[in-house]
């Protein structure tokens, strides 16, 4: 006997809350999956559920114009590129974070390749990682970031975008 009872139906209650849990995660992983999309998705569409932010990548030779997506909230950023099948050579997604962190991506349901540049809060370029699609790898920051822009893979190296280029950043919340 213990102070709640027989240990029988101590494992009996742990058993019926452990079933409540794991049956709880089941449904709200159930609905979580139906929100996402399951087919790939154009770029564009995901305008009406991103914000339009302005970033000019100044590389090595020029300025560059990017047309990006914001994403500067945890759903935005969670979302992501998930399931883009395609996007165009200007074009990103800016994400943005309250203060500096080490930041990790990583490429799950992601379906193109990308460059992922990894800036601090004043804009300088911290590092430049190559994302698979749909990998598991973590790609961490190098050192603590305040924004992630994600471009079609190659963009960075032939826009000259590296550790001594910096971003400017519009529409920043």
């Known amino acids: 006997m213990t102070l709640f009872g027989t240990r029988n139906s101590l494992k009996a209650q742990c058993r019926r809350s452990l079933s409540l849990i794991v049956l709880s995660l089941a449904l709200v992983a159930g609905a979580r999956a139906q929100v996402l999309p399951e087919a790939p998705i154009p770029f564009d569409r995901l305008r009406s559920a991103f914000p339009p932010a302005v970033v000019i990548a100044q590389g090595a030779t020029a300025c560059y114009r990017l047309d990006a997506l914001l994403a500067d909230t945890p759903a935005r950023r969670t979302r992501g590129l998930m399931f883009v099948e395609s996007m165009a050579d200007d074009a990103g997604m ?64 032939a826009l000259g975008l590296d550790a001594e280029a910096r971003l400017l950043v519009f529409g920043d919340s």
């Not at 349901?109 to 460059?115: E, K, R, S, V």
């Not at 809060?121 to 190559?130: A, E, F, M, P, W």
């Open 94 to 157: 800016l994400f943005t974070y309250p203060r500096p962190a080490t930041l990790s991506i990583w490429m799950k349901n992601t379906l193109i390749p990308l460059d992922i540049i990894f800036a601090d809060g004043d804009g300088n370029i911290i590092n430049v990682v190559r994302g698979t699609p749909l990998s598991l790898e973590s790609l961490p920051s190098a050192r603590p970031a305040r924004y992630v822009l994600e471009l079609n893979a190659g963009r960075s190296e």
